[in-house]
Structures are given as structure tokens and as C-alpha cells.
């Protein structure tokens, strides 16, 4: 190695260090972000106040994936279109999802942010910077102006993809990583890195094309701002998501759950508890009851979720509005009903490869209701929704 080179190597080693030691002090701040992979686009800005503390308010949203998992039966209360004008904050224990647009407010339980790369926590994180020279292989990328400031990219490729000490194992999930930074304040302005080999998220990358996170009008902002819970819109409708053993469930809800007709046709509770989320003065709301049946071996056999209450919740009202536009009515004794097969929304060769996963909705004495089956045949289906009522 030339002298030249041997004194690149170094300064490049020196600006790592430098870059890491003021990331891991750097004061809480405020910056607009934006997510890019593949057909993945998402804009926030971001108030990261600590590792867990962090306030994410979206202004674009675009996912196919998401989207895609909505059609096949995926369970997120919120879809792409929900989250545009949506402001969540979450202490990692929990979220509050506060939309002005729709006049609600929700408690969620633990850190539901809605990060747009499947697999990857990206929103406001740097902590994947905070020691380069150890972690990583440096490459010198050279120098540029981006706003009227002086920048420098440094080239990243893991020394390992995983190291184990004793307890902690940390994997890096990036076979290489360009950061470019401004050269002054050592912030990284934009974060490009190509996922693994075999990476659920590689194939659904273009070739060539990287993994993107950009930082812009970032401004350093009062630790004393933090606020949990947060402060909420006047006239918001308040919601709280709460985890109940089953007793307890049944009495928090002003309405019947149907436990002891699901246990009686063969199914059990999974966990013995339920999700419910309430209003405040706790007269409307609805619950999710998830349940499985199983075979003589012990093995599930069949596995459906029971959403039930006086609220439509959005993921109920977008499957309700899914089988009325593409299910089949089918009747509960006197009750109309809605049967959609997922399937169908797939061409005829690939239906017989999927696995068997439909819903059925309807509405009863106030009620609203929606099984989600997996494995049951339609028959099967309506007979245990009949039993139900």
C-alpha cells in the first residue's frame, strides 16, 4: 500500500469514527425522511427523541406489498391509504395512532409504526452507525456538494454478517451499504444498502436498484417536547386496545362473546386471552378472538379469527367491502351473509397451489361479525358461523 493510500485509509478511518461518536450523543431531532425500495415509497417526518421514543407522521404511503398482504388475508388494522395524515407515537410499549382526517384516536399495544421495508426498522434509526470502523469494511466513496454543503460517502460491507457475544447475536441485513454524510455535522443524509442473498426482501428489489433512506431539513429539537401519551386533536374519539384474559374480556365489552359455542364445536382459545378495543365510555368497540381446532395427532386443523363487535374497525369495513364486491351471498338460517375466498383473486392455475383462506361477514341485532377461516371449506365455514348466532 502507497503512502497515499495509507494516509486515504486513515482519514477515512477517522471520519468513521467521528461520524459514529457523534451519532451515538446526538441530541434528540427532527427531520423529514423518505423510504424508498423497489415500488415501496414512503414520506414522514420523524421526532426521534430516543430509541423508543419516536413520533412518525406520513404524508405518502405506497406499498404493494402492503397492499398485497391486505388481499391475502393479512390482519394490519391500517392500510397504506390510513396512514397518509396519520401521526403515530410510540414508547415501544405502546402506540397511539392519532388521524384528525377520520376524528381518531387509537391506544395500540407495543411499537406499531407501520415501517414500510418488510423486515427492517428504518424509521429515525441510526443506531446502525454507531461504530463503523468495527463493524465494517471502509471504502472511501469521495466527496460532493448536496444543498450547498460539503458531504462525504462512505462505502460499508460487513466484516461479518453475524457476531455472537455470549447472549447478544447481532445479524447485519445488508450485503453492502453507501452512507453518505454531511461532512460538518456528521448526519447521514442518505443511507443506500443492497439486502442479502435469499432476503424475503431482495426479490421484490429490481436488480440493481438499492434500498433507500434519505434524510432532509433535519434540525436538532427539545428532549423536554417528548410526550406520552401524546397530546391529542380537540374532539378526537378515543379507542384503547387492550389484551384480556377471557372472563375479563367478556365484561369489558357491552356486548355477548361467543367462547363457550366455539369451544363446543372443538375449537380452543389461542393464548386464553382476547384483543378488544373500546371507546372511552366503553359502549362501542369490537373484539378479536383467534381460535384453533385440532386433530386427533395434536396438529392444527383448522384455525379461524372472530371479529365481533358494535364498531367497525377499518380492516373489518375494507373485508366487508372485499366480499361484497367480489363474495357470494350465502344465508345463516335468516341472516344474509357475505362468503369471499381469497383464492379468487387469483388466476385458476395458481388457486389450487394456495392454501384455503376465506371470510365471512354479516350484521345482526346491532352487531357486526367476520370469521376468518384457514383451512375450512365453505360448508364448514357456515356451519360454525350458525352456530354462532
Known sequence: MTLYSLHMASDIIAFA?????????????????????????AEATVRCFAPNRIVVSYSAYESPIAELDDLWGGDAEFAPADLVGTTLTSD????????????????????LLYEPIPGYDALGELRCLDDLSRDFLLRDAGEGRESGRPTRTIGLKPKRQRVASLFRVTSFSAERADV?????????????????????????????????????????IDGKEWSFPPPLPA??????????????????????????????????????RIRVVLDAPREKGYAILPFAKSDDRGS????????VGNYV???????????????????????VARFFDHRTAWGEAQREELPLLADLVWEHDGLFWMVSSNGLEKDALLSLASALL
Open 313 to 335: 374497525s377499518r380492516l373489518m369495513a375494507r373485508r366487508r367491502a372485499m366480499a361484497s364486491d367480489h363474495g357470494e351471498q350465502v344465508t345463516l338460517g335468516d341472516v
Open 300 to 307: 392444527t386443523e383448522a384455525a379461524v379469527i372472530l371479529r
Open 180 to 220: 453518505t454524510f454531511d461532512a460538518e455535522s456528521y448526519f447521514p443524509l442518505r443511507i443506500a444498502f443492497r439486502p442479502p442473498r435469499g432476503a424475503p426482501i431482495s426479490s421484490l428489489v429490481p436488480h440493481g436498484e438499492d434500498l433507500t433512506v434519505e434524510y432532509r431539513d433535519v434540525r436538532q
Open 92 to 111: 415501544g410499549k405502546a402506540t397511539w395512532v392519532v388521524s384528525p382526517r377520520t376524528g381518531t384516536a387509537f391506544s395500540m399495544l407495543g411499537r
Open 17 to 41: 469514527k467521528a461520524a459514529s461518536a457523534s451519532l451515538r450523543v446526538l441530541a434528540p431531532f427532527e427531520a423529514r425522511e423518505a423510504i424508498h425500495a423497489g415500488k415501496i415509497r
Open 235 to 272: 374532539g378526537v374519539r378515543v379507542f384503547e386496545e387492550l389484551l384480556l384474559p377471557r372472563d375479563d374480556a367478556a365484561r369489558a365489552v357491552p356486548f355477548p362473546l361467543p367462547v363457550a359455542a366455539l369451544e363446543q364445536a372443538g375449537y380452543e382459545l389461542i393464548g386464553g
